[in-house]
């Protein structure tokens, strides 16, 4: 095999695995070594299991041997677990100080379907506390930086997890997107990452923070790496009452491959795709480089087949100040729970109230705080109506403008963030430009239709730029079929940084 066993993307370790080339110990040390040496300057990880990974790495090539794991798609894979979802017997501290100590005795329910199908969850990995921010500046353990450049952030609040998968560190990882969480660290690392229909993965052992808005997603270096987490994480779960009933497709990107490697003979991929690019995605202010990236993408597409047409959505830009009012008061709500009684860590006082007051007033971070007053008084009495009952009104016209786009589209292509990843530290004392990072990602989570983001190119100072492609609810194979059809053409995803 000429490349390092970490350089291999998903697909191509289960190939090596399954054909003996490789054995899963091997792989999962790999990892762990890679892990060892770059965390002093990353710091993508916030908890580690490498004796239970490389005992389950052993079992792995043990059923590889005897044909019990003949069955199972991940069999002997590391993967890493954004620390707002749960692994038993593993801490899940969602990145706050006050669930430091606490070790679930359940495993999420996305994160369970995996291991089933023989992943190995090699660790978990750093994330804004309680998955609220843009640059995971916000976690109390310290922040990751960007592989691409070690000043700037990874992006957020699935940074860890971005950051892990960029660096080499494990073929993929899970994430968590509830305003471009996945997506907009998938772009300021240059992976591939997907956030699901809301409904489409359960929530279970997830971490709430905006209960209407959470979705478990994926993150790899390829649609065909991600395809395969989301297909075996997706579908109906009794312990979520929030999935839906609906069939998972069986995902086949063979076709796509090889239309584009056959030239001729055969129609373009993209033949019949139609491409929306909404008008309102590119505004005054938006870096050049990544709108003539994501131009320069879409024409890309184009010349596999699609159509393309301008389309509005008009109530894009009141997505914002939407999120904003109702995620708040999601997390308001949400984040009673965490009262120093129950579980994680308490700081002592004779009264009872005293153990509440002080174990919250000092264990939660400053972003934290804000958003759970900004959604305390979004939901107060005299304010309700005017503040979340509106909002609520103008998600239903932003889910509305997608239905009227999907009318004329099968998929929109947008980019997913203003800019790249920014210098760490630039947005700290100014709350609403942070927030401003996520203008493009937050009309598909109030809209609940899925979104793919994928690299597309690069700026001068040699920072990813991502592209997202968002579509029809649970029709996610959908986009992974264009973005598959795109990476055959280009090779962006598979460029890694110099570390």
Known sequence: MNLELTDLTLMQAIEALRSGEISSRELTRACLERIEKLEPSLHAFLHLAAESALAQADEADRQQVTGDGQHKPLLGIPIAVKDVLAVEGLPCTAGSKILEGFVPPFTATAVKRLQEAGA???????????????????????????????????????????????????????????????????????????????????????????????????????????ALLFSIMAGRDALDATTQDVAVPTIDLVGATLAVASGRGLAPPLHGLRIGVPREYFVRGIQVEVEAGVRQAVSVLEGLGAEVHEISLPHSEYALPVYYIISPAEASANLARYDGIRYGSRIQAEAMWDIFYRTRGRKFGAEVERRIMLGTYALSAGYYDAYYGQAQKVRTLIKRDFEQAFERVDVIAAPVAPTTAFPIGAHRDDPLAMYLEDVFTLPANLAGVPGLAFPVGFDGAGLPVGMQLMGQHFHEDVLLRAAHAYQQVTDWHMRAPSL
């Open 120 to 226: 190995i969850a090699i660790g978990k990995t750093n994330t804004d506390e309680f998955a609220m921010g843009s640059s995971t500046e916000n976690s109390a353990y310290g922040m990751t930086h960007n592989p691409w450049d070690l000043t700037r952030v990874p992006g957020g609040s699935s940074g860890g997890s971005a950051a892990a998968v960029a660096a080499r560190m494990v073929p993929a990882a899970l994430g968590t997107d509830t305003g471009g969480s996945v997506r907009q660290p998938a772009a300021f690392c240059g992976v591939t990452g997907l956030k699901p229909t809301y409904g489409r993965v359960s929530r279970y052992g997830l971490v709430a923070y905006g209960s209407s808005l959470d979705v478990a997603g994926a993150l790899g270096h390829t649609a065909e790496d991600v």
